[in-house]
């Protein structure tokens, strides 16, 4: 009985805890233009910001880790080109006062299996 309470007890936070996200930036070979809320929810991926800076496209996630940035990235069809980790949290309001060549400072690249070479 004791152990069945606390397997339910365990699986309720777990699914009540909320997942604690990274924020990536993920160098792509093309604008990005948006991808379906669903999808994104589904893989517990949301959106920051995308833009294009020296011809170069980005795109910033909050995601859980890097396995969910791959998976949305294959999701969207598009190659990724390079992988970042933030060393700042990029919607931060003194993050907003920076130009985006300023806030690339932030960027740490990351290995990155998935990325085009």
């Known amino acids: 009985m004791f152990r069945k309470f606390a397997a339910s007890t365990a699986i309720l936070f777990a699914i009540a805890l909320p997942v604690q996200a990274d924020q990536f930036a993920v160098q792509l070979d093309a604008p990005f233009d948006g991808a379906k809320a669903r999808l994104m929810e589904t893989l517990k991926v949301s959106e920051i910001e995308a833009f294009s ?8 996630l909050d995601a ?3 396995a969910y940035v791959e998976a949305f990235i294959l999701a969207i069809g598009r190659q990724a080109v390079g992988l970042n980790a ?3 949290n990029w919607s931060n309001s003194s993050m907003q006062h920076l130009s985006i060549a300023q806030r690339l400072g ?3 690249a990351i290995a990155c299996e998935f990325c085009s070479s």
């Open 86 to 88: 933030l060393e700042a």
């Open 64 to 66: 859980p880790n890097e």
């Open 53 to 60: 800076e020296d011809s170069a496209h980005y795109i910033v």
């Open 106 to 108: 932030f960027f740490r």
